[in-house]
T-cell receptor
Framework: AQKITQTQPGMFVQEKEAVTLDCTYD???????LFWYKQPSSGEMIFLIY??????QNATEGRYSLNFQKARKSANLVISASQLGDSAMYFC?????????????FGAGTTVTVRA | AAGVIQSPRHLIKEKRETATLKCYPI?????VYWYQQGPGQDPQFLIS???????DKGSIPDRFSAQQFSDYHSELNMSSLELGDSALYFC???????????FGPGTRLLVL
């Protein structure tokens, strides 16, 4: 079963506007972590933001914020004031809480294109 | 700030050849992970090491092996290369097994 689901293959957003990228996850663990990474066309994988399952407040990092709704098992990324440099693929990922489970499971990604 | 270093950045090999990919984690990071990303795909976990011991294993083919050395750098050895091994190979490191994983720039492997 897919652990991370990103239902938006691609999105267009106007420069300076906000965009929300959807991510839902599936786990039976109580302790887990949720991550968002950005992958520009050059290929590198850039860490953006992290949310722990026990964190009571939504994570924020500059223009990035994570809308964490635990009961709905969703962890949507909000990018505010979009810039041309935000055009990239965005991956949602989860690390589950098993003591020997270190890996990240990724969603299929969402391509964001920012228009001037 | 220092980042994860991977070498080489690009590699072209023939079928049935071998390849060695190297990864140098961020200083003081003790956990290393390897991921494979095929064209148009999301990254798939291969293997990880914590304090020089294998800590988790994913869908890594038997033709691949990896290890972490005393200086914490890691190498991914790939033998009997197949066309399907063409992919972007990422190494990531974290300060602890449950820490945030920071990715290197990747090694782009092309098997002809």
């Amino acid at each position: 079963a897919q652990k991370i689901t990103q239902t938006q293959p691609g999105m267009f957003v106007q420069e300076k506007e906000a965009v929300t990228l959807d991510c839902t996850y599936d786990t039976s663990d109580q302790s887990y972590g949720l991550f968002w990474y950005k992958q520009p066309s050059s290929g590198e994988m850039i860490f953006l933001i992290y949310q722990g399952s026990y964190d009571e407040q939504n994570a924020t990092e500059g223009r990035y914020s994570l809308n964490f709704q635990k009961a709905r098992k969703s962890a949507n990324l909000v990018i505010s004031a979009s810039q041309l440099g935000d055009s990239a693929m965005y991956f949602c990922a989860m690390r589950e809480g098993g003591s020997n489970d270190y890996k990240l499971s990724f969603g299929a990604g969402t391509t964001v294109t920012v228009r001037a | 700030a220092a980042g994860v270093i991977q070498s080489p950045r690009h590699l072209i090999k023939e079928k049935r050849e071998t390849a060695t990919l190297k990864c140098y984690p961020i200083p003081r990071h003790d956990t290393v992970y390897w991921y494979q990303q095929g064209p148009g795909q999301d990254p798939q976990f291969l293997i990880s090491f914590y304090e020089k011991m294998q800590s988790d294993k994913g869908s890594i083919p038997d033709r691949f092996s990896a290890q972490q050395f005393s200086d914490y750098h890691s190498e991914l050895n790939m033998s009997s290369l197949e066309l399907g091994d063409s992919a972007l190979y990422f190494c990531a490191s974290s300060a602890a097994p449950l820490g945030t994983q920071y990715f290197g720039p990747g090694t782009r492997l092309l098997v002809l």
